[in-house]
Structures are given as C-alpha cells and as structure tokens.
C-alpha cells in the first residue's frame, strides 16, 4: 500500500480543494483562503500563490519576521457520483512566509515551511514527518485517475460488474449490486464501490500483480484486471 507521506504528497500536488487556516483570520469565504496554485519545492517546502490582497497574504505581510503558524486543509473528493463521496483529507502543518518578487503583478507567492502533515483516507490515518513528505513523490497514475474513473463509469459499468467474478463464491450476500462504481486508482490497484443505498456500501480492493509506473503499465494492468474476471 501507499505510505502516508506518499498520499499526502499526492493530495498536495493533486488538484483537490484546499484552503489555509490560519488562526485569528476567521470569516473569510473559503474561495479567499484557497490557493490559486500550489507545487512543492525541492526540499518539501509548498510554494502557494494568492492575489495580492488575500487574506493569507495580509496575515504573512502583518507577521513579517514572526513564524506565522498555518494549516493547510486538503480534501479529497471521487471524481464520480458515490455515496460517501469524500475520499480522505490531510493536514499540512507549518509556518507561512512571503516570497515578493516571484509571482507577476497582483500576486503574492507563499511559502509553506512543512512541520508535520496528518492524512485520513480510504488506507487509514497517519502522521507524515518533514523529513518524509520531502522523501516521497506522488503516485504516477494520480494524473490520469480522474480521467480513467469518469470513463469506466460512463462506458464500463459492465466490465465493473464483472469483477465481482474475483470476489469469491460468497460475493453475492456481501456486495449490494444495484450501484457499482469505480472509487479510486493507484499505482498499486483499483478501488471500487458496490452500492445499494448510501448506508449499504460495500468497497472491493483490486490489487495489479505489480505496481504500474506510467500510464502504459495502468492501461496493461487494467486490461489483465478486466480479462481475470471474465476468465
């Protein structure tokens, strides 16, 4: 399975929501507290970029030489209709500074200074150290996830139905069939959600003999996974 600081790394870098909380700047709509952009620096730093006139921009302007203590909030949503469709959050602890001079007029880039990240997910919860988030690198299929998922739920529902064939000969008293839907793809396998109803979900985790480092290995994968429940 992935590490936590694998899965928080890939949230960072992923296009999920994410706003910055910062104590004492409360009221603010989450759209202002939200970064236009983010990327991760060379050595784990989170570069994040505002308008000028951002809340978080006035908070680190105001603190100047002072750590201003933050938090970045980070969730994770399925890119198809689920029940319980929020995948998992993290949490990215640190301290915000200004960085004048490397963003174009009207805007400000920030500087997130890791302190400790938390993450709860589909795996499980865990706590990810500096050291660690900056060691690790986002998942290679996390690019293509969104784009993989929408199109097995639009033109595959079948092929989904069938991987119930590699649930074993009890499936069928376990797994409500009326809904099934792909719920999540990593390097390490896909994820998917048998559903009747938003409070019997039932998810089925299918594991690739070996984990895929680029979309050509996924697309293999995915068609063996497919072939092994028609066999």
Do not use: K, N
Request: contains cysteine.
């Amino acid at each position: 399975m992935p590490s936590a600081a694998e899965r928080t790394r890939t949230l960072v870098q992923s296009t999920c929501s994410a706003v910055l909380l910062i104590p004492g700047v409360e009221g603010h709509r989450p759209e202002q507290l939200s970064p236009e952009a983010r990327t991760v620096g060379p050595d784990g730093e989170i570069f994040l970029l505002y308008s000028a006139d951002a809340p978080p921009v006035r908070a680190a302007t105001h603190a100047q030489d002072d750590e201003l203590p933050v938090v970045l909030e980070l969730t994770d949503v399925a890119p198809v209709s689920v029940p319980h469709r929020i995948r998992g959050r993290a949490w990215v602890s640190g301290w915000l500074t200004c960085l004048p001079g490397l963003a174009e007029p009207g805007r400000m880039m920030l500087r997130l200074e890791v302190g400790s990240a938390d993450v709860d997910d589909l795996w499980g919860s865990g706590t990810v150290d500096p050291e660690d988030f900056s060691a690790a690198s986002p998942d290679p299929t996390h690019p293509h996830e969104t784009e993989v998922l929408q199109h097995l739920h639009a033109a595959h529902g079948d092929r989904l139905r069938e991987l119930t064939a590699l649930l074993g000969s009890h499936a069928a008293a376990i797994v409500p069939t009326r809904d099934v839907a792909p719920l999540a793809l990593d390097r390490f396998g896909l994820r998917v959600r048998f559903s009747a109803g938003p409070e019997h979900c039932f998810d089925a985790r299918f594991d690739f003999p070996r984990p895929v480092r680029d979309i050509s290995g996924l697309r293999r994968e995915m068609h063996r996974l497919f072939e092994a429940a028609r066999a």
